[in-house]
């Protein structure tokens, strides 16, 4: 017993060793996320998706001790190291986030590869992937994409409620339905909301596992139009809110509700052109098409 002991606290060190030095690095990162940009509504998703990517990296862990157990590691884990350090050090003293918080996955991807070699970093691939999406993006970028699409979204919503019979009109971003001006904010229809919903469908993506590669690409390639459709959703139940209610309660409660109706109608919308994605297949392939969980 004492051997084998010995033998599991020689292979935790490493991995302690590691622990302890991402976290010197990285934990007062994550201090200043959560009390500046994550704690906005336009960056409230990087909190979630920290979260489960952690849980999609657990998740894998025993598959990659396995999947890696006497397998050679990589020298190149030494060149990505020195590339994730250099944008660390970047990002961190000219205040980047994007290379600050991009740089962990980079690290990550290096101490794989330096551990446990190529396929411990192919098993957790999607979990380092979806730590993407929690990374700030410049705001010039943001502000460049975000106006078009909330121009999108407000010139779909201001449409769809005309053709139901409600007195609204539209003065670029601005709604105008009855006595009430709505302004189409960037949480509501940003880039920032569609790289949420984006994290949504893939994160359904790799949990469903369907066999079909021709179902998994088409219903990668939908989560676009969907994510944008689920925004003229949210839009449109705000619109709705205040127009019923009142300004105080479109403005209030019911506008943080929207926003959970905003990843709800997404999530249906997703399972509903997968079960249609589905139901095309089968009638192409004249063949039932069994689900794999």
Same mark, same amino acid.
């Given at each position: 017993?004492? !051997?084998?002991?010995?033998?599991?606290?020689?292979?935790? %060190?490493?991995?302690?060793?590691?622990?302890?030095?991402?976290?010197?690095?990285?934990?007062?990162?994550?201090?200043?996320?959560?009390?500046?940009?994550?704690? *906005?509504?336009?960056?409230?998703?990087?909190?979630?998706?920290?979260?489960?990517?952690?849980? %999609?990296?657990?998740? #894998?862990?025993?598959?990659?001790?396995?999947? !890696?157990?006497?397998?050679?590691?990589?020298?190149?884990?030494?060149?990505? =190291?020195?590339?994730?350090?250099?944008?660390?050090?970047?990002?961190? !003293?000219?205040?980047?986030?994007?290379?600050?918080?991009? !740089? +962990?996955?980079?690290?990550?991807?290096?101490?794989?590869?330096?551990?446990?070699?190529? @396929?411990?970093? #192919?098993?957790?691939?999607?979990?380092?992937?979806?730590?993407?999406?929690?990374?700030?993006?410049?705001?010039?970028?943001?502000? *460049?994409? *975000?106006?078009?699409?909330?121009? &999108?979204?407000?010139?779909?919503?201001?449409?769809?409620?005309?053709?139901?019979?409600?007195?609204? &009109?539209?003065?670029?971003?601005?709604?105008?339905?009855?006595?009430?001006? +709505?302004?189409? &904010?960037?949480?509501?229809?940003?880039?920032?909301? +569609?790289?949420? =919903?984006?994290?949504?469908? +893939?994160?359904?993506?790799?949990?469903? @596992?369907?066999?079909?590669?021709? @179902?998994?690409?088409?219903?990668?390639?939908?989560?676009?139009?969907?994510?944008? *459709?689920?925004?003229?959703?949210?839009?449109?139940?705000?619109?709705?809110?205040?127009?019923?209610?009142?300004?105080?309660?479109?403005?209030?409660?019911?506008?943080?509700?929207?926003?959970?109706?905003?990843?709800?109608?997404?999530?249906?919308?997703?399972?509903?052109?997968?079960?249609?994605?589905? %139901?095309?297949?089968?009638?192409?392939?004249?063949?039932?098409?069994?689900?794999?969980?």
């Amino acid at each position: 017993m004492a !051997s084998v002991s010995n033998t599991q606290r020689e292979d935790m %060190l490493p991995w302690l060793i590691v622990l302890g030095g991402i976290s010197f690095m990285y934990v007062p990162s994550f201090i200043n996320l959560f009390a500046g940009v994550w704690s *906005t509504d336009q960056q409230a998703h990087g909190p979630i998706v920290f979260a489960i990517s952690l849980w %999609l990296l657990y998740r #894998k862990w025993p598959e990659m001790l396995e999947a !890696s157990a006497g397998q050679p590691t990589s020298w190149v884990g030494w060149p990505v =190291l020195i590339v994730a350090l250099l944008l660390y050090i970047v990002g961190r !003293s000219q205040d980047i986030l994007l290379f600050e918080i991009g !740089s +962990l996955i980079w690290m990550l991807i290096a101490i794989g590869l330096l551990l446990r070699g190529p @396929r411990a970093v #192919k098993t957790l691939w999607f979990g380092l992937f979806f730590m993407l999406f929690m990374i700030p993006l410049p705001g010039v970028v943001v502000d *460049t994409l *975000t106006m078009p699409m909330k121009m &999108a979204v407000s010139y779909v919503a201001e449409h769809v409620l005309y053709a139901a019979g409600y007195p609204i &009109a539209r003065t670029g971003v601005i709604l105008q339905i009855g006595q009430y001006q +709505l302004l189409v &904010a960037d949480a509501c229809a940003g880039l920032h909301t +569609l790289f949420t =919903l984006e994290a949504l469908g +893939l994160l359904y993506l790799n949990l469903v @596992r369907h066999e079909s590669f021709a @179902r998994n690409l088409t219903l990668a390639i939908l989560i676009v139009p969907i994510s944008f *459709t689920a925004n003229v959703i949210r839009v449109m139940v705000l619109t709705l809110i205040t127009y019923h209610f009142g300004d105080e309660a479109g403005q209030g409660f019911l506008h943080g509700f929207a926003g959970m109706v905003l990843f709800m109608s997404a999530l249906i919308l997703i399972i509903l052109v997968d079960s249609a994605i589905k %139901l095309m297949l089968e009638r192409f392939s004249g063949t039932q098409i069994q689900e794999v969980r």
